[in-house]
């Protein structure tokens, strides 16, 4: 079951625009799944390493296995947490980009659209936490949604890069915003002179 989708997240990484055009009708459930199949993998990596990790420092403490099995329940909630916390994510951002795409004229419905995005944030997870890649793939994945907001939403070209950068603008203006009324409260902060 698993080993289709992550061929799924394979191809889609490969030949974007021939696999957005079949993922037309994905629904939310489908964008739910690849969100968690793409935390699964550096999921399963901390736990091992937090794992091995605690049973390492129980070792050095003469704690025999205690250590191991901490480390195993605390990697487990972890990763339940990463799971819960990814899926969330995906209801949030997906929903704040669909209503941007409706803005611009996108037709589709938000499980439509959230269960489309939900696939690209599954592979941005899958590989995020591999250095350089990571960031390489989040570049990438800023074309995928062009790419997704195209084929399988049927947007304009125009009104597809005008979505993606909305956000990315808001987000900017924001932090400037909060930079500058963080900087005056620290000046007012400093004493006179």
């Known amino acids: 079951m698993c080993v289709q989708e992550y061929k799924n997240m394979c191809n889609i990484l490969i030949h974007p625009t021939e696999y957005f055009k079949k993922l037309k009708n ?3 459930t489908e964008g739910i799944k690849y969100t968690t199949l793409g935390t699964l993998i550096p999921g399963i990596l901390a736990l091992i390493f937090i794992t091995f990790g605690m049973g390492t420092v129980a070792s050095i ?9 901490t480390g195993f ?3 487990l909630i972890a990763l339940i947490t990463l799971i819960i916390i990814n899926i969330i994510g995906l209801l949030i951002v997906g929903a704040i980009l669909w209503v941007i795409a409706k803005i611009f004229g996108m037709k589709k ?13 599954g592979i941005n997870i899958a590989l995020f936490w591999i250095p350089l890649v990571g960031w390489l793939i989040s570049l990438y994945s800023l074309y995928l949604i062009y790419i997704m907001l195209k084929e399988a939403m049927g947007m304009e070209s125009g009104k597809a890069i ?3 950068i909305t956000p990315i603008i808001i987000t900017i203006i924001l932090i400037a915003i909060l930079v500058l009324i963080l900087g005056a409260t620290a000046l007012t902060a400093l004493p006179a002179m």
């Open 109 to 121: 419905s938000i499980k439509n659209f959230i269960g489309v995005y939900g696939i690209i944030l």
């Open 26 to 28: 994905t629904n939310l």
């Open 73 to 75: 329940v605390g990697g």
């Open 162 to 164: 005008l979505t993606i």
């Open 61 to 69: 403490f003469k704690a025999g296995t205690m250590g191991t099995a």
